[in-house]
């Protein structure tokens, strides 16, 4: 039998593979938990999200949703009117930032090495081009 539920010795549903997969490896997770780490202790909106990333506003939602139920991120909400909500990296998610930044050095490498050209936001994001502070808190004015 290849079912593998009854495999005892290799389950993927229980590999640790699996597991942080599922936590940051889809399409805009990285980018979302490092725009929180790049604004560090400030925290962000869901605004300033919108404005650093084409993303729409269901799937950001949705990610942040899923952030913050796997413990990546925490939300604040604030009791003002308008009510305010940002959003924070939790310890745990803290220490994705190096995992990240090793996944992002080797496509960085290996793009180099293939002459691929390489998005100039993300090199000054991760410290491999001169900042431009205006470009990156609003690089889609």
Known sequence: MNDNSENLFFCVAKDPYNHI?????????????????????????????????PISERVLAMN????????????????????????KLT??????????????????????????EVDPLGEMWHGYREKDEELMREPFK
Request: charged fraction near 35%; charge should be positive; include cysteine.
């Open 91 to 116: 310890e745990l998610g803290k220490t994705l930032c190096p995992i990240l930044d090793s996944m992002y050095k080797w496509g960085w490498e290996d793009m180099k090495r293939k002459n691929i």
């Open 21 to 53: 997969m599922h936590i940051m490896c889809n399409r805009w997770k990285p980018y979302l938990i490092r725009a929180m780490d790049f604004e560090d202790e400030e925290g962000m909106r869901f605004s300033t999200f919108k404005k650093r990333l």
């Open 64 to 87: 942040l949703k899923a952030l913050q139920s796997d413990g990546i991120i925490i939300k604040e909400v604030f009791a003002e009117v308008p009510v305010r909500v940002e959003y």
